[in-house]
């Protein structure tokens, strides 16, 4: 969980992992091509995220966040991976969706998609950090259908109804484990194509 909450340790734990992952520096750009995402070490929300592409932005970006770490930025579509894995390690239950809109670091709109490279790739990612429980796991879809990971979030995530909704109830064998039961891999399955849209109705 401390690696997960520090995304520096996080780039330091995962840097030999069997997944691929942006190249990222603390405090600067040495050794990181760009364009680059420059963030906060300890944050959240997406605040103090800023996406730049020359020297300059580059400079003003690192002197404007608090504890800067800076990493490639990644193309392709950005993908999220609701997941649960039990006490043994091994990966229960996983939902990706497609992140096609989020506001504040929140996914307001998504969809749930099937790929198993993101699948192994989710289920490699949380064995290296050796993460039990519920988690949410980031990252883009290259071109060549190759995942590459940003970040865990290790707890539930905001656009978790999408996933129930989508029949996995991630909260539900959650639970069950919890209090010693047997998780149960036919709740935890889920269809492909479910969209979510959320919105303010004030």
């Given at each position: 969980?401390?690696?997960?909450?520090?995304?520096?340790?996080?780039?330091?734990?995962?840097?030999?992992?069997?997944?691929?992952?942006?190249?990222?520096?603390?405090?600067?750009?040495?050794?990181?091509?760009?364009?680059?995402?420059?963030?906060?070490?300890?944050?959240?929300?997406?605040?103090?995220?800023?996406?730049?592409?020359?020297?300059?932005?580059?400079?003003?970006?690192?002197?404007?966040?608090?504890?800067?770490?800076?990493?490639?930025?990644?193309?392709?579509?950005?993908?999220?991976?609701?997941?649960?894995?039990d006490?043994?390690?091994?990966?229960?239950?996983?939902?990706?969706?497609?992140?096609?809109?989020?506001?504040?670091?929140?996914?307001?709109?998504?969809?749930?998609?099937?790929?198993?490279s993101?699948?192994?790739?989710?289920?490699?990612?949380?064995?290296?950090?050796?993460l039990?429980?519920?988690?949410?796991?980031?990252?883009?879809?290259?071109?060549?259908?190759?995942?590459?990971?940003?970040?865990?979030?290790?707890?539930?995530?905001?656009?978790?109804?999408?996933?129930?909704?989508?029949?996995?109830?991630l909260?539900?064998e959650?639970?069950?484990?919890?209090?010693?039961?047997?998780?149960?891999?036919?709740?935890?399955?889920?269809?492909?194509?479910?969209?979510?849209?959320?919105?303010?109705?004030?």
């Amino acid at each position: 969980v401390a690696a997960c909450t520090d995304k520096w340790e996080f780039a330091c734990r995962t840097a030999d992992a069997p997944v691929a992952l942006p190249a990222t520096a603390l405090g600067g750009a040495v050794g990181v091509p760009g364009p680059w995402i420059v963030k906060p070490r300890h944050g959240r929300g997406s605040r103090d995220v800023w996406a730049v592409d020359d020297d300059e932005e580059l400079a003003w970006a690192v002197r404007r966040v608090p504890e800067p770490i800076v990493q490639t930025r990644l193309t392709g579509p950005e993908f999220s991976v609701d997941t649960l894995t039990d006490r043994d390690g091994v990966l229960r239950g996983a939902v990706p969706r497609w992140r096609t809109e989020t506001k504040a670091g929140i996914s307001t709109k998504g969809t749930t998609f099937r790929r198993e490279s993101v699948i192994a790739g989710t289920a490699a990612l949380l064995g290296h950090l050796g993460l039990t429980g519920p988690a949410n796991v980031q990252g883009f879809l290259a071109d060549d259908g190759t995942p590459s990971f940003i970040e865990v979030n290790p707890r539930f995530s905001g656009g978790l109804a999408l996933a129930q909704a989508a029949g996995a109830d991630l909260v539900g064998e959650y639970l069950r484990a919890v209090v010693g039961d047997e998780i149960r891999p036919s709740r935890l399955t889920y269809r492909e194509g479910v969209t979510m849209f959320r919105h303010f109705e004030e």
